[in-house]
Structure formats: structure tokens, C-alpha cells
């Protein structure tokens, strides 16, 4: 059975760095790219980037380009989303999921990183 | 890339339909039909319900469908059921290898 699991919710100050996690399980972890997906309170879904674990490509939406960092951990099967400076606005829930391909769906998620930055 | 527009709330009474839109453009919806729709129970992952517009995954009911006529897409869930209430986001391939999202619409089961 394919599965991403997240790690636990989070609550940082202003400033703070934070590393977050998927870890994928039931399928080949270095074949597949995996997404991050932000959802800010009271928010539709956006599109943050992707990651081969592969190799460790990485695509950034415009939007999030030099705001946040993915890295991956073949050998633990883990993918993770860094901050090196928190901000408020980066309160949100975080979702990871399996992209297998550019022109297929999301088809696994996890079930959600809540990050809540106070300032 | 901008979201693409859902309307904020639907509602319906068991056993009738409800349809979603989705509006985008030709750099997305219009021009590709790499549509999906996922259902967001607050608390658990987003569940894949329809992919490739019509496309419905093993184990999806019927009662869900896709379409698609230019640049908006639609999910119609049928014979409404107290478990649909839930959170509806579409996702379209977009130009540029990336993707676009929805702004979400809230199914209320009356």
C-alpha cells in the first residue's frame, strides 16, 4: 500500500528555521517525483514545487523560488521542506504527494504538516 | 499562474446532484485534458476522485464524474450522500510543466 507519512505539527516563532518531512512507503520512493502543496487558512491549494528523490531535482513555482528549500534522503525514503527564516505568513498546512508523472494527477498525499509561526 | 476559479459553496439535499465548476484557460484547462479533482476531508489527505477530466480511479463511485468543454471543467456528484460533504479542489496541468489548483468548493449536504 503505497503511503506518505508527515511529520507532526508545528509551532515556531518568527524567524525560526524548520525542516519538515514525507516519508513514502509501499512503492520504488526514487522513482516517483513528489509535490509540495500549501493550503494557508481559509485557503485553496497551491502549487510550491517538486522534487525527484532520485536524483534530487528540484522545480519551484515562481512564487515560492528562493522562499523555501526541498531536499531528499533516498536511503530513508524521506523528502523534506526547509525555511531558513520563518515568517508569519508562512503559517499554513503543508501537504506532500506522489507525482508519477508530468500529465498524471497527484495520486497519493499525505496527510498534512500544520505550521503555525507566531510573530 | 493564476488559481483556477471554483465557486466557494455548493448545496444539495441526499440523493440529488450537485455540479463544480472549474474555469481556468487555454494555458491550462482548455489546453490539456490532464483535469483532476480531489475530495479534502479536513483532517485527512486529499483523496483523488477523477483524473484525465472523466477518468475516475479504482474503487471511486459512479455517482462522481468529470467533463469538459473549453476552458472549464466540471465534477458532478450524483445521488449526494451525507459522506460527500467535504472540500473539492481541481488541478489542471499547466504550460511550462507546472500545475495549477483550484480555489476549492465546499459541498454541503443539506
Known amino acids: 500500500e503505497v503511503q506518505l507519512l508527515q511529520s507532526g505539527a508545528e509551532v515556531k516563532e518568527s524567524g525560526e528555521s524548520l525542516k519538515i518531512s514525507c516519508k513514502g512507503s509501499?512503492?520504488?520512493?526514487?522513482?516517483?517525483?513528489i509535490a509540495w502543496v500549501r493550503q494557508m487558512p481559509g485557503k485553496g491549494l497551491e502549487w510550491m514545487g517538486i522534487i525527484y528523490p532520485g536524483d534530487s531535482e528540484t522545480r519551484y513555482s515562481p512564487s515560492f523560488q528562493g522562499q523555501v528549500t526541498f531536499s531528499a534522503d533516498s536511503s530513508l525514503r524521506t523528502v523534506y521542506l526547509q525555511w531558513r527564516s520563518l515568517k508569519a505568513s508562512d503559517s499554513a498546512m503543508y501537504f506532500c504527494?506522489?507525482?508519477?508523472?508530468?500529465?498524471?494527477?497527484?495520486?497519493?498525499w499525505g496527510q498534512g504538516t500544520l505550521v503555525t509561526v507566531s510573530s | 499562474q493564476s488559481a483556477l476559479t471554483q465557486p466557494r459553496s455548493v448545496s444539495g439535499s441526499p440523493g440529488q446532484s450537485v455540479t463544480i465548476s472549474c474555469t481556468g484557460t487555454s494555458s491550462d484547462v482548455g489546453g490539456y485534458d490532464y483535469v483532476s479533482w480531489y475530495q479534502y476531508h479536513p483532517g485527512n489527505a486529499p483523496k483523488l476522485i477523477i483524473s484525465d477530466v472523466t477518468e475516475r480511479p479504482s474503487g471511486v463511485p459512479d455517482r462522481f464524474s468529470g467533463s469538459k468543454s473549453g476552458n472549464t471543467a466540471s465534477l458532478t456528484i450524483s445521488g449526494l450522500q451525507a459522506d460527500d460533504e467535504a472540500d473539492y479542489y481541481c488541478c489542471s496541468y499547466a504550460d511550462s510543466d507546472s500545475v495549477v489548483f483550484g480555489g476549492g468548493t465546499k459541498v454541503t449536504v443539506l
Open positions: 509501499g512503492y520504488d520512493f526514487s522513482s516517483y517525483w
Open positions: 504527494a506522489r507525482w508519477p508523472s508530468f500529465v498524471e494527477p497527484l495520486d497519493y
